[in-house]
């Protein structure tokens, strides 16, 4: 194996993306969104009533 290859492959191991974690870390931000978009929708309901009592 060449020096630069040997290189290279060193680079590669060290930037590389794991694709199981990148899966799980995209499936954590989707379950936080989807909560935080439930309470921003509670808050909203919440408001659009006390407007409602005015």
Known sequence: MAVSEQAQNQ?????????????????????AYTSNMKVIAAGNQIFNDLLSIF
């Not at 930037?15 to 931000?29: F, G, K, P, R």
Request: no cysteine; hydrophobic share 40%.
């Open 11 to 31: 680079r590669d191991n060290l930037s590389a993306v794991n694709q199981d974690e990148e899966a799980i870390n995209l499936q954590v931000y989707m379950q």
